[in-house]
């Protein structure tokens, strides 16, 4: 066996299209729409058995604020079939000497594997990595099975999806793809409203662009990567809710979702017509699974995501959750202040994200009685 840079394109995203535990976060240029830093010095790693890609991970380069060493990242991977497999020990053991060789101060994996799959932890720490809570990606996410009819996928949906989704439909909900500069503007403002609505980061709009670049149909043709369309529904002319989704092999993903805040369409039902649109066409490019990915980890009433979670269970499938992020630490003395500063201020965060769960779920409470005097004359003019 050999270990060594891969920067052969095809390969490597047709490795990553047929590996059981294969993502787009894994692809070759998932890195390319990050930064400067990470398209540069982020490091593709494989092992070759008689000349066979076996194991790959792609790291991606990443930096602390406070501090100016780096640490790599594996978004889903590695990916290698077996936990046993003396190829698993090769790559992480060249991903150490690699990244050790560029100052960073650990790696974190975060492994495509579903949590229950037996021996995948125990032969992590086997290798020397630990176990951390710190995920940089959500370890749980929504599954749907779209390889069954048309029919059948609306017959697992709850009733009133079902009914949304035609309804939709009949009050003039339209979907079209979005090729156009226009289509991207209309995007990203939707975007923007649903970050500050529901308080998430919204990116600037050169990395939705260059995902959308990166990820298109003619470089997916050329290098046998994901396919990313952005979806568009409208009604009456307008613009009301918009959708991005990736298809990679027999995959496909929910990557980003916007929804208008106008009053007169939030009724409409777009949000559904448009994602079930976005099933049809995963599943004519040939994906079997619909990955709704991200859902809360405990999915109860206040936590964070769980509207989403809520939101995406109605279309049926089943929650999957993946093992424990992993670290492999490189230098203790940056590693550990680092890890104490993170866990401090995850804490503040999730604590100030349920106060704003709470308050966005909590009922409206009912309208206190006016005294006899104060109320207002039927109809009255004023």
Known sequence: ME???????????????RSPAGHI???????????????????????????????????????????RAPFYYAPRGPLCEDAESPALRELLS?????????????????????????????????????????????????????????DELLAAMSKSWRYGIRRGIREGVTVHCGRTERDFDSFYALLQRTGARDRFYVYPAQLYRDMLTHYSPERAAAYGTAEMRLFLAERNGAPVAAATVAVHGERAWYMHGALTDDAAHRGSEANRVLLWRCVQWAKSQGARSFDWRSIPEEPRPGEELYGVYAFKRGFGGVALRVMPS??????????????????????????????????????????????EGERPAPFAMG
């Open 3 to 17: 270990a060594r840079h891969v920067s052969d394109r095809n390969a490597w995203n047709d490795f990553v299209s």
């Open 326 to 371: 992993h670290d492999l630490v490189l230098r203790p003395v940056i590693y550990w202040p680092y890890l104490a500063s993170i866990t401090a201020r995850r804490s503040l965060h999730a604590w100030r994200r349920r106060q704003f769960e709470r308050r966005r779920t909590r009922p409206a409470l009912p309208a206190r009685p006016q005294p």
């Open 94 to 150: 060249f991903a150490r000497r690699e990244a050790s060789r560029r100052n960073a101060f650990m790696i974190r994996f975060e492994p495509n594997i579903a949590d229950a799959t037996p021996g995948w932890a125990r032969r992590y720490q086997a290798l020397g990595l630990r176990a951390t809570r710190h995920a940089l990606y959500p370890r749980s996410s929504w599954v749907t099975d779209i390889s069954r009819s048309e």
């Open 25 to 67: 976060c894994q692809t070759y240029e998932w890195p390319e729409h990050i930064g400067e830093a990470a398209r540069k010095r982020s490091l593709r790693l494989g092992v070759y058995d008689q000349g066979r890609l076996v194991a790959a991970v792609l790291l991606v380069y990443s930096q602390a604020g406070w501090t």
